[in-house]
């Protein structure tokens, strides 16, 4: 099939972008009861959410990476690369902007105060967060490190716009590799060589200048999905190998959780568990790529184009709303079961509420990351159609 009458229009892509991103944001409220050093924690922790949060840990952020330059590839289709480098600017800086200097020191205050370690109020902590000695340790972005990686991943798909020949030799040869049952071996593949070969020397620090195993996994994922979605052949094996993806990762889950649980888990120097944790990877995302692929593409609904508007706003404000709930449920001793979903509500609901009231004001959508109102445009109940082209 020619790559250039492909559909501008990919709704299973909108739904996996969507599902993922409410994944994340029921991931974060779950690490507030985790035994892992997060923001602010419940005075409730499960030991079990060590084997829980593997249910979507490997895969969940590679999926939301791959979606996200497989979204870009339709952007390119009617622009130039100074066109596109213009168009990520206008859409990625001013959110940054904004949750750097205002929700994230929101996040940072309250942590802070929590963990024993201020006691003043957020204007003086705002003064010293971004103070020379402050800035010292690097600018805070916490959740939005998501954003700085897409907008510098974007910039490398400028490069590669700049020289085409090389781009289209890239994508043949990678359609190539991937032909047939080989669409589930050659990923995961990858994914087995970095995960054992660089995690074990740096691991995941979300810190751009020193995150080496991290952009292996999302920037290849990345130039994965802006290669390959207009190609067909794949999503057309994506589809026939769907089962055997799901096979895989069937048996892949119950295999890590053991060996999480169990206190020999991490044995030969970690190589089981790594394998293991690759393997799971690649064939999740195959499993999911494969059903969207094959039953979500033409899945058009007024919930998927209310949310494929709202996902990114939701994203920049939903863990800001999470931070101050917990801290202001938490004191009430609450049973877990009532805070949580009460976190659960609040933060999704909140999330939808700072939606539904920024997408009114045309002078502050483009910080929160919505496209500016056409000339004349009313905004009505519903947004407008979800497409393949937003990128969060």
């Known amino acids: ?52 949060v593997l249910v979507t840990n490997p895969w969940r952020l590679t ?43 929101i996040q940072s205050w309250i942590e802070a105060m929590d963990k024993g370690g201020w006691s003043g109020d957020f204007a003086a902590w705002w003064w010293h967060e971004f103070s020379l000695s402050g800035l010292s340790d690097g600018v805070p972005v916490n959740h939005l490190w998501f954003i700085v990686y897409i907008a510098v991943y974007s910039a490398v798909v400028v490069l590669l716009m700049m020289r085409p020949t090389l781009l289209a030799r890239a994508e043949a040869l990678l359609v190539q590799a991937l032909a047939g049952w080989r669409v589930v071996v050659v990923p995961m593949a990858y994914l087995i060589f970095i995960r054992l070969t660089v995690f074990p020397q740096i691991g995941v620090t979300n810190t751009l200048t020193h995150d ?23 999503w057309r094996d994506l589809e026939r190998y769907r089962w055997l993806g799901l096979g895989i990762a069937g048996l892949a889950l119950p295999v890590m959780m053991l060996q999480t649980a169990h206190p020999g888990g991490g044995a030969f120097w970690g190589v089981p568990r790594n394998l293991v944790f690759a393997i799971d990877q690649w064939a999740v995302i195959c499993t999911i790529l494969g059903f969207g692929s094959l039953y979500l593409r033409q899945r058009d609904s007024r919930v998927l184009r209310y949310l494929g508007d709202a996902v990114f706003t939701c994203y920049l404000a939903h863990q800001t709303i999470l931070v101050v709930a917990l801290w202001l449920i938490g004191p009430l001793g609450w049973a877990a079961p009532l805070e949580a979903g009460v976190l659960v509500i609040v933060t999704i609901g909140g999330s939808l509420l700072v939606y539904e009231g920024v997408r009114r004001i045309p002078l502050i959508r483009p910080i929160w990351g919505l496209k500016p109102l056409a000339a004349g445009h009313v905004v009505a109940g519903s947004a407008p159609v979800a497409r393949a082209d937003k990128v969060a």
């Open 63 to 105: 999926l939301l990476f791959l979606v996200s330059g497989a979204a870009l590839r339709f952007m390119t289709a009617r622009r130039s690369a100074g066109q596109v480098a213009r168009a990520r600017a206008e859409r990625l800086i001013p959110p940054l902007l904004l949750g750097t200097l205002v929700l994230v020191p």
């Open 1 to 52: 099939m020619n790559p250039a009458a492909t559909p501008v229009r990919r709704l299973d892509l909108d739904w996996i972008r969507v599902s993922a991103f409410g994944l994340l944001i029921l991931y974060h409220v779950g690490l507030a009861y985790a035994p892992y050093d997060w923001h602010i924690h419940s005075r409730h922790t499960f030991e079990w959410m060590r084997e829980g």
């Open 212 to 234: 080496w195993y991290n952009h292996a996994l999302s920037l290849g994922a990345f130039l994965f999905g802006f290669l390959v979605v207009r190609q067909e052949a794949v």
